[in-house]
């Protein structure tokens, strides 16, 4: 079993819809959270992070942490078709590595206009 | 956010030729750079593990010889694909952390094929 569980998808939703992206995880050691966006062909880009567990929201995202749950949130409001992407969960265990993280193997989300 | 260049974005190489990939932060110092590869609709796979100025901790199944990595300062590492053949054709990512911060920041990646 990975550590880290994403559902791949593919996701598709219209223009506007709210969109629910979630990872689940084993190791309890786990308390930084982040989430990158990958369009094709690109590097990842850091989207959002949070540490330990709560809500963090930057405009039209919202990551939640629950640990007791082992499970992470991201949701798009208003999603638009520039959303297109893929998504990747990613965390770190404070005690490792400076910035070594586990990763789901994405989800992919088209949003048609 | 911080960030990440990577050079070439784009390299073709023939077969048996070495292709050296460049990973620099621009604007803070990176303690540790991470090297991925990933193939089509496929995720991220870890390589390597770079601290500057010692060796790189390689992830299991991957050949150290043939992909070196050099970690030379705080804000540049490069990693060399040596004698590259068709199968070593992919998409290259490297990406920086430092103590100040716990997440990774990716460069723009580089796609090597191989003819």
């Known amino acids: 079993q990975k550590e880290v569980e994403q559902d791949p998808g593919p996701l598709s939703v219209p223009e506007g819809a709210i969109v629910s992206l979630n990872c689940t995880y084993s190791?309890?050691?786990?308390?930084?959270f982040m989430w990158y966006r990958q369009y094709s062909r690109k590097g990842p880009e850091l989207l959002m992070y949070t540490y330990s567990s709560g809500n963090k929201e930057d405009g039209r995202f919202t990551a939640q942490v629950d640990k007791s749950s082992k499970y992470i949130s991201l949701f798009i409001r208003d999603s638009q078709p520039s959303d297109s992407a893929t998504y990747l969960c990613a965390m770190s265990d404070l005690r490792t590595n400076a910035g070594k993280s586990t990763f789901g193997d994405g989800t992919t989300l088209t949003v048609k206009p | 956010g911080a960030v990440v260049s990577q050079h070439p974005s784009r390299v073709i190489c023939k077969s048996g030729t070495s292709v050296k990939i460049e990973c620099r932060s621009l604007d803070f110092q990176a303690t540790t750079m991470f090297w991925y590869r990933q193939f089509p609709k496929k995720s991220l796979m870890l390589m390597a593990t770079s601290n500057e100025g010692s060796k790189a901790t390689y992830e299991q199944g991957v050949e150290k010889d043939k992909f070196l990595i050099n970690h030379a300062s705080l804000t540049l590492s490069t990693l060399t694909v040596t004698s590259a053949h068709p199968e070593d054709s992919s998409f290259y990512i490297c990406?920086?952390?430092?103590?100040?911060?716990?997440?990774?920041?990716f460069g723009p990646g580089t796609r090597l094929t191989v003819t």
């Open positions: 990406s920086a952390a430092s103590d100040r911060y716990y997440e990774q920041y």
């Open positions: 190791n309890s050691a786990f308390q930084y």
